[in-house]
T-cell receptor
């Protein structure tokens, strides 16, 4: 059965304190791995898609990387506005359905 | 920019009522999805559609149905609402059936069934 596990469940950071979020997955035939940001009461906002091991993508203070078993979202020198829940999801080769992890709630304190 | 619009942000309905949640996307996407999101359970797929008048069950279709009469519009129907259907409902869309395309989400509809 396809599984996506995110850790930690919650992360409290001081402003400027860099850290990484983990997304480990077991899926037969990965077509893509997606990262989303979700603010309270809102829908997920797309951040990145990664397609193959070794791929990296960056956007402002965020950098996503992918291996054959996991993905990391690195937050460099975070600011309070980076506080959100970060969701990881995988799309497998057969079909067009995303399987989501449980998310990591990030709180960045000034 | 892709725009997925959910017509109702907040609804309160009574047990047994028929509930319609409407979703419209403006990017000519072929695929549309309905998810629900609950604390501790994450996002779960209810139904999805690859094309007009086509629908497929997701992981938790029980108690729901869908309608896609036009390409841009995907409706979620609760035939007889129950309290365990109180949740946040998210509509999403992506470009085409070949997959690998980004799935874009709407802002969500908060449904409370009393």
């Amino acid at each position: 059965e396809d599984q996506v596990t995110q850790s930690p469940e919650a992360l409290r950071l001081q402003e400027g304190e860099s850290s990484s979020l983990n997304c480990s997955y077991t899926v037969s035939g990965l077509r893509g791995l997606f990262w989303y940001r979700q603010d309270p009461g809102k829908g997920p906002e797309f951040l990145f898609t990664l397609y193959s091991a070794g791929e990296e993508k960056e956007k402002e203070r965020l950098k996503a990387t992918l291996t054959k078993k996991e993905s990391f979202l690195h937050i460099t020198a975070p600011k309070p506005e980076d506080s959100a829940t970060y969701l990881c999801a995988v799309l497998k080769a057969a079909g067009n359905k995303l399987t989501f992890g449980g998310g990591t709630r990030v709180l960045v304190k000034p | 920019d892709v725009k997925v619009t959910q017509s109702s942000r907040y609804l309160v309905k009574r047990t047994g009522e028929k509930v319609f949640l409407e979703c419209v996307q403006d990017m000519d996407h072929e695929n549309m999805f309905w998810y629900r999101q609950d604390p501790g359970l994450g996002l779960r797929l209810i139904y999805f559609s690859y094309d007009v008048k086509m629908k497929e069950k997701g992981d938790i279709p029980e108690g729901y149905s869908v309608s896609r009469e036009k390409k841009e519009r995907f409706s979620l129907i609760l035939e007889s609402a129950s309290t365990n259907q109180t949740s946040m409902y998210l509509c999403a869309s992506s470009l085409n059936r070949r997959g690998g395309n980004t799935i874009y989400f709407g802002e969500g509809s908060w449904l409370t069934v009393v």
